[in-house]
Every structure is written in C-alpha cells, then in structure tokens.
C-alpha cells in the first residue's frame, strides 16, 4: 500500500521535491521559488484530494511567511467527460446484462423442459413394455428428442453464463473506473 501511495502522489504533482513514506501516510516536499512581495500566491497543481488540508506547511529561506491558505479546487471540468462516458457505458452494460439474465433464465427453462422430456419419455417407455406390440423405433426417437433439446438447452446456459461473468467483470471494472474518477473529481 505504500509503495501504490507513494506512486499515486508521485504520479499527480508537478514539483515533487522529497517524498518520506510512513506505514500510513506519506509525507511529500513540493518546492518552487516566488518573487518577494506582499501577498504573493504560490500554486500547486494536481494536489491529490487525499491530501488533507491542515497538514500542509510552509517554509521559506531568507524570509518570512505572514500567512498561508489551503484551497480545494474541485475538478469537475476537468473529469465531467469521462465520468458521462463511464456512466453511459455502465447503464448499457446494465440493460446487457439484463438481456442476458432473461436469456439465461429462458436457456435453464429450456434444461429443465428437457429433462421432463426425459421423464415423459420413461414413462411412455414403460407403458409400451406392457403393451403386447412395443415399438423400440419410438422409444429411440423420443430420447432422441428429449436428449437433443437437453444438450442444447445445456450448451446455451454454459455460453450464456460465460458471457454473464465477462459482462459483471467489465461492469466492476467500469464501476471501479467510475469510482476513481468520481474520488480524483473531488
């Protein structure tokens, strides 16, 4: 976690002059130099949100600092964009995966359809057993029936589940997107 702190800090500033890092905070040194006067702002840029306000100093060599204010700027402007984009791309992906939930629902319908088939053709079976002409032609033929609509109901579960995780998986990957972006807005 310190080593994904310290590149995180390291990543989003522009002057980075010492960084320290501690088991829970990292301490990083920005440095530029100003022009003597009265009131002169100094700006850094890209300060992470994560930075809290009361823990940023001030020092000056050769002078003196009258005072000193921290001012969170928020980012929106720069992050609107993508967060619609994100936000877009994640409510298609949940009409998606709500195709393919019904699918699913429709393909396991179909598995256990199958394998009533099944059963009924047992049944059929065994009351032609005791029937004085069986016919085994038509017993093949409906376990045929009921076998195909079986496998075919089962390989379309397994390819729809397939594509459910791979959808859930880009839909925590575009949550996740959206959450870093919404956490570096602020």
């Not at 100094?42 to 300060?47: I, L």
């Not at 994100?86 to 179909?110: M, P």
């Amino acid at each position: 976690m310190n080593a994904l702190i310290l590149l995180s800090l390291l990543g989003s500033t522009t002057a980075v002059d010492r960084v320290v890092v501690f088991p829970d905070r990292a301490q990083v040194t920005r440095a530029t130099q100003v022009q003597c006067g009265a009131r002169v702002p100094v700006t850094f840029a890209d300060v992470p949100p994560a930075a809290a306000q009361d823990s940023f100093r001030a020092r000056v060599i050769g002078g003196t600092i009258d005072g000193m204010r921290a001012e969170f700027v928020s980012r929106e402007k720069e992050f609107s964009p993508k967060v619609e984009a994100l936000v877009k791309q994640l409510e298609a992906l949940t009409q998606e995966l709500e195709g393919l939930s019904d699918q699913l629902d429709r393909a396991q319908t179909q598995a256990r359809m199958g394998k009533q088939f099944s059963e009924i053709a047992v049944q059929q079976v065994s009351k032609e057993l005791a029937a004085d002409a069986p016919n085994p032609k038509a017993w093949g033929a409906a376990f045929d029936s009921s076998l195909a609509s079986g496998v075919a109901a089962a390989r379309q579960v397994s390819e729809l589940s397939a594509k459910v995780r791979d959808a859930r998986t880009r839909e925590e990957g575009l949550r996740r997107d959206l959450e870093e972006l919404r956490y570096a807005q602020a």
